[in-house]
């Protein structure tokens, strides 16, 4: 089994929905859309989603159709969480990574952590539901769990 898999209509319907939306800055951007279909960790939090740049290797070994010079960044969604999310949850998992794409001064692209005054803004859009992404995390968390107790128990039974 593989580790990653290309996103499905729903999520690039999405993406593009949040992308119009939110961000129109970043809509020159090329965007690669894929699942992660192993639970990640990092520093103790289960991750739902990430934004990467791609490295000049990436970029090469990505040119397709859509990207004939290869896609500027990645985004991976744990596939789980996007199963049982909700189109609130999705919307703002979407938002909620976009907001970490910066352009700098030349237009170039930079990451940028939490720590940023934009995520300001999306506290305030997240006001309704402040604890979405715990709630979201759990739920994703408890699906691998039970998943690795029905694989558990078919090894035993």
Known sequence: MHRYEDSDDNLTEVFLNVMEEHFPQLQF???????????????????LASVET???????????????????????VDQKAWEVASLDQRVKLMRHEL??????????????????????????LN???????????TLTHDMYEQEKLMLKE???G
């Open 54 to 76: 791609a490295s000049p290797k990436i970029k090469y070994l990505s040119k397709d159709k859509i990207a004939i010079d290869g896609y500027d960044l990645l985004m991976i």
């Open 99 to 124: 907001r970490h794409v910066q352009l700098d001064e030349t237009g170039g692209v930079r990451l940028v952590g939490h720590e940023i005054e934009d995520f300001h803004i999306e506290v305030k």
């Open 127 to 137: 006001q309704d539901s402040p604890e979405w992404r715990m709630a979201l995390a």
């Open 29 to 47: 951007l090329k965007f690669k859309l894929i699942y992660d279909l192993k639970m990640r960790v990092s520093k103790g939090r289960l991750v």
């Open 154 to 156: 078919n090894k035993n």
